[in-house]
Nanobody, 125 residues
Framework: QVHMVESGGGLVQAGGSLRLSCADS????????RAWFRQAPGKEREFVAAISWSGDTTYYADSVKGRFTISRDNAKNTAYLQMNSLKPEDTAVYYC??????????????????WGQGTQVTVSS
């Protein structure tokens, strides 16, 4: 069962930008912490960014700090990931997630219990 739907992925050249969106589907996650994870081919899924329900707390993986920005619009039941200065190593399937048990953001994947289906981001060199 799909709870959130990601969009905005695609093919972009190195140095370019993309904005991913994660819209709630069937239920609202506006009071939940939200996060983005990614999985590159042959690798484990890894944390990218997280945001608290109010948006006042954010966390980023060191590899994306200063380049990616996570945000949310609770009125639209949507979370976003703005990705700038993209690198080939950012190529992966990006997943959005929601944490129902706590409104605080966390980097721990096991704390997120609702997931989207993923969107492919490919960065060419």
């Amino acid at each position: 069962q799909v709870h959130m739907v990601e969009s905005g992925g695609g093919l972009v050249q190195a140095g370019g930008s993309l904005r991913l969106s994660c819209a709630d589907s069937g239920r609202t996650f506006s009071t939940y912490a939200r996060a983005w994870f990614r999985q590159a081919p042959g690798k484990e899924r890894e944390f990218v960014a997280a945001i608290s329900w109010s948006g006042d707390t954010t966390y980023y993986a060191d590899s994306v700090k200063g380049r990616f920005t996570i945000s949310r619009d609770n009125a639209k039941n949507t979370a976003y990931l703005q990705m700038n200065s993209l690198k080939p190593e950012d190529t992966a399937v990006y997943y959005c997630a929601a944490r129902s048990r706590d409104f605080r953001a966390t980097m721990r994947e096991a704390e997120y219990d609702y997931w989207g289906q993923g969107t492919q981001v490919t960065v060419s060199s």
